[in-house]
Nanobody, 124 residues
C-alpha cells in the first residue's frame, strides 16, 4: 500500500512558477513509476507528466512540454513537478499517482494509487 500526499499548490499570476511535491509512504516507492495528472472544472482528468522508477525516462503532455519538469528523489520518497511560465489554462486540481509497472506512462488506468490533489490557480 502506498499513500500519496501532494503539496505546493496555490494561486499564482500568469507567467509565474510553482513547484508541486508528492510525498509517498512505504519502502517500495523507488520501484513505482510516478505520474502527475490534472482535472479542471467541468473537464476530464488529463495526463500531465510521468517519470520512470529510475528517473531516467520522462514523458510530458504536449500542452506542458518545455514549461513543466518532473523529477524524483527516491531517497526522500518524493516526486516533484516544477511548473514554469504558467498560463490560466493550467488551472486545475493536480494529482500525483503511482504505478506498480514502474514505468512513466500516460494511461491513468495503469496507476494503482492516487493522492487527494492540490489546487493550482493561475490568474490572468
Amino acid at each position: 500500500q502506498v499513500q500519496l500526499v501532494e503539496s505546493g499548490g496555490g494561486l499564482v499570476q500568469a507567467g509565474g512558477s510553482l513547484r508541486l511535491s508528492c510525498a509517498a509512504s512505504g519502502r517500495t516507492f523507488s520501484t513505482y513509476g510516478m505520474g502527475w495528472f490534472r482535472q479542471a472544472p467541468g473537464k476530464e482528468r488529463e495526463f500531465v507528466a510521468a517519470i520512470h522508477w529510475s528517473g531516467g525516462r520522462t514523458q510530458y503532455a504536449h500542452s506542458v512540454e518545455g514549461r513543466f519538469t518532473i523529477s524524483r528523489d527516491n531517497a526522500k520518497n518524493t516526486v516533484y513537478l516544477q511548473m514554469n511560465s504558467l498560463i490560466p489554462e493550467d488551472t486545475a486540481v493536480y494529482y500525483c499517482a503511482a504505478s506498480r509497472t514502474g514505468l512513466g506512462i500516460s494511461t491513468a488506468s495503469l496507476y494503482d494509487y492516487w493522492g487527494q490533489g492540490t489546487q493550482v490557480t493561475v490568474s490572468s
